[in-house]
């Protein structure tokens, strides 16, 4: 659970290294099932279609899984020619016992 903050970051990371801009970038609660939880974070992002290839493909390429779903590519007004894309990112964690275990509050 503690290594959730700093894989957030590091996407947040990948999306600025790679020039797109952050219109959306929001946690969602944790999805539990029976020994791990996923952890989804609903993106909006603006750019390039190659800048956006090359998020995605960094996304792929990170230690830790992160799959993409419910992608939405759409184009975006403006002479620049940019794509909007919107998306689910979510990592998975494992659940401790000591979590299992424990009373909700």
């Known amino acids: 659970k503690r290594e959730i903050p700093s894989l957030l970051t590091d996407v947040s990371n990948i999306i600025r290294r790679q020039g797109l801009e952050s ?3 929001a946690p969602r609660p944790e999805e539990e099932a029976n020994f791990f939880a996923a952890v989804p ?6 750019g390039g279609f190659h800048d956006l290839m090359l ?4 996304i792929a390429r990170m230690s830790r899984i992160v799959s993409i779903s419910d ?8 002479d620049k020619g940019d794509l909007g894309i919107a998306a689910r ?7 401790q016992d000591e979590e299992e275990e424990a009373p909700p509050p």
């Open 41 to 46: 974070v609903n993106l909006r992002l603006k």
């Open 89 to 95: 990112a979510t990592t998975y964690r494992f659940i």
């Open 23 to 25: 219109i959306l970038f």
């Open 55 to 58: 998020f995605l493909d960094q």
């Open 71 to 78: 992608v939405n590519l759409s184009m975006e007004k403006g």
